[in-house]
């Protein structure tokens, strides 16, 4: 992929990571980051605190899963913007490892980040709350109704297609365009994904930096998006929907 070297066109592509980013994870970031600061500004120890992902939105059960649905297309809205963004530019879907089909190697491949993220994650996790460096993560709250699969399924993939989609594919391809080195672009990328899970605490941040270096890398020595948005979303099925099936009946989830 070229460089671009025409100042104006820089000075554009630059303007519009600042407006994709403010717009969607960026701000995100921000938020999170605010969060974490108030959290360690109580009397309470972070491991004494809790935070959860998925909410209720209503008491109104209808209108708590609409709301619930609504959340799930924005996600896939952001990562539909920055596609939009490189199709524009001249760019392909495949180019940046979309094509129409996920190929049974990307499947694979998908299903090994999965098993590589999964269990490690899971523990870093447990010895940072132990440790009081992480709030205790409440990954869903919803009440058990017959919707509550469908609509943690359909936030998973919202979150996988959203983060992969800008975080890897379109923000390291903006990077590449201006000219910035694989390994610095994988570093930005790593940090902005762990940016906008600090709410979490801080080993919230660091396991999704390393994530985020893990698949960063997978994507820039393969060029395929499918395998990092199946892994992303099946890694969040197993912590969203399994925590909410498990939580009653186990007591070392928090």
Not at 129 to 147: F, K, M, R
């Amino acid at each position: 992929m070229p460089d671009v070297d025409e100042p104006r066109r820089r000075r554009m592509l630059v303007i519009e990571l600042v407006i994709v980013f403010t717009v969607t994870l960026g701000l995100s970031g921000a938020r999170a980051l605010l969060s974490l600061l108030d959290a360690l500004l109580r009397s309470d120890t972070l491991s004494d605190q809790q935070v959860a992902i998925n909410t209720p939105q209503a008491t109104v059960e209808v209108i708590d899963l609409l709301r619930q649905l609504l959340g799930a297309v924005q996600l896939v809205a952001w990562g539909a913007l920055g596609l939009y963004l490189l199709w524009r530019g001249g760019m392909k879907l495949a180019e940046i490892g979309l094509p129409r089909r996920p190929s049974r190697r990307d499947l694979l491949l998908s299903v090994g980040l999965t098993a590589l993220i999964g269990t490690p994650g899971l523990l870093f996790y447990l010895g940072a709350w132990q440790a009081g460096l992480n709030l205790a993560v409440q990954p869903s709250t919803l009440e058990d109704t017959w919707w509550r699969p469908i609509t943690l399924t359909l936030s998973a993939f919202g979150n996988g297609f959203a983060e992969e989609v800008l975080v890897v594919g379109y923000l390291i391809t903006r990077l590449r365009q201006l000219g910035i080195g694989e390994n610095t672009s994988l570093i930005i990328s790593a940090v902005l994904r762990g940016s906008y899970h600090l709410y979490q605490g801080f080993g919230g941040f660091l396991g999704n930096v390393v994530m985020g270096l893990v698949f960063g890398r997978v994507w820039q020595r393969t060029g395929r998006l499918w395998p990092l948005i199946a892994a992303h979303t099946l890694l969040d099925v197993f912590a969203f929907v399994g925590y909410a099936a498990l939580r009653d009946h186990v007591s070392w989830l928090p």
